[in-house]
């Protein structure tokens, strides 16, 4: 099964929904530095970072 890295940043920032990751771009930032990018499909990694950024 593959991982959502939609869903593990909202866990991993502590968000209610995904649509509040734009909203919290430094928490998300910080988070960022600890994941693993390649656990995820590249094309998965470029939209979550046009989404969030």
């Known amino acids: 099964m593959e991982r959502d890295i939609f869903?593990?940043?909202r866990?991993?920032?502590g968000c209610d929904f995904?649509?509040?990751?734009?909203?919290?771009?430094?928490?998300v930032f910080?988070?960022?530095e600890r994941v693993r990018?390649?656990?995820y499909?590249?094309?998965k990694v470029t939209e979550?970072?046009?989404y969030v950024f």
Not at 18 to 27: A, T, V
């Open 41 to 43: 499909p590249s094309e």
């Open 7 to 9: 869903e593990d940043f």
């Open 48 to 50: 979550f970072l046009d």
């Open 37 to 39: 990018f390649s656990d």
């Open 18 to 27: 995904i649509s509040d990751l734009p909203y919290r771009k430094e928490e």
């Open 11 to 13: 866990e991993l920032v």
């Open 30 to 32: 910080d988070v960022m």
